[in-house]
Nanobody, 113 residues
Framework: VQLVESGGGLVQPGGSLRLSCVAS????????MSWYRQAPGKERELVAT????????NYAEFVKGRFTISRDNAKNTVYLQMSSLKPEDTAVYYC???????WGQGTQVTVSS
């Protein structure tokens, strides 16, 4: 199993970013996928999960209405669209396969003016 994130970077408060995670090594379309994040000095926390095949979603309260998780099973990719970003969203964001308990390497998101 391999999970490769991309799309992180530096963005101003109020801005947007879209993270991508390309999965390989398992039948992606069958399984739920999640995004987590970890800020410096804090524990890793769940941001959002998307299920399959129904594509239902769950979000942490602190991102509801601002972030959207989605997936493209034809591309083996899960996305995290982040809008109205705040400085407290600064963290390393990780893609996670809960079925096999695999993590991606993470991508840094920094929200700062």
């Amino acid at each position: 199993v391999q999970l490769v994130e991309s799309g992180g970077g530096l963005v101003q408060p109020g801005g947007s970013l879209r993270l991508s995670c390309v999965a390989s090594g398992f039948t992606f379309s069958y399984y739920a996928m999640s995004w987590y994040r970890q800020a410096p000095g804090k524990e890793r926390e769940l941001v959002a999960t998307i299920y399959s095949p129904g594509r239902s979603t769950n979000y942490a309260e602190f991102v509801k209405g601002r972030f959207t998780i989605s997936r493209d099973n034809a591309k083996n990719t899960v996305y995290l669209q982040m809008s109205s970003l705040k400085p407290e969203d600064t963290a390393v964001y990780y893609c996670y396969d809960p079925g096999r308990r695999y993590w991606g390497q993470g991508t840094q998101v920094t929200v700062s003016s």
